[in-house]
């Protein structure tokens, strides 16, 4: 039965035949298949081969070297697990990841920058008061008759 290698880290620019023949030098390839989506390269792909000495050898011989002036990373392929139509996904593994909170771990837009509340339930966004005009008391005009004694 034929086995699969994983090989990460491709240049986006490498092809399913380049690949091929590099894998070529050290067993028979039955398949090689670069992952995409629409014309776009993902960077990954696999490679079958005839039997599990040449899979051995592979993963020795090509884990760490370059190709396409990137180090390509090689490993046995896990069985692929094959889901009803519809079957959720099973949980990612790893550590939860927090969403984005902007720069320098600002609010996302549309709270207020000190209080943290949202605009929509403040009376007045904080930037119409910055951005108005400060108001300049100026003490009554005085007639100049009324100055003279």
């Known amino acids: ?8 880290n491709l240049n986006f620019k490498t092809t399913p035949d380049e690949l091929g023949s590099l ?26 081969m005839k039997n599990e000495e040449d899979v051995a050898r592979a993963q020795v011989a090509m884990d760490k070297k370059e190709l396409d002036g990137r ?14 139509p519809g079957e959720p996904r099973p949980a990612p593994r790893g550590p939860r990841r927090v969403p ?14 000190l209080s ?13 008061t910055l951005l108005r005009a400060p108001t300049i008391l100026r003490p009554p005009m ?7 004694p």
């Not at 039965?1 to 990460?8: E, Q, R, W, Y």
């Open 116 to 128: 943290r509340v949202p605009i929509t339930a403040m009376a007045t966004p904080p930037t119409a």
């Open 1 to 8: 039965p034929a086995k699969k290698l994983f090989v990460g």
């Open 71 to 84: 180090t390509i990373h090689v490993e046995v392929a896990r069985p692929r697990v094959e889901r009803a």
């Open 100 to 113: 984005f909170r902007g720069p320098r771990g600002a609010p996302p837009q549309g709270t207020c920058p």
């Open 142 to 148: 005085v007639a100049a008759a009324s100055l003279v």
């Open 23 to 48: 894998f070529a030098e050290v067993g028979e390839v039955v398949n090689v298949n670069i992952i995409s989506r629409g014309n776009y390269s993902l960077g990954y792909g696999f490679v079958e």
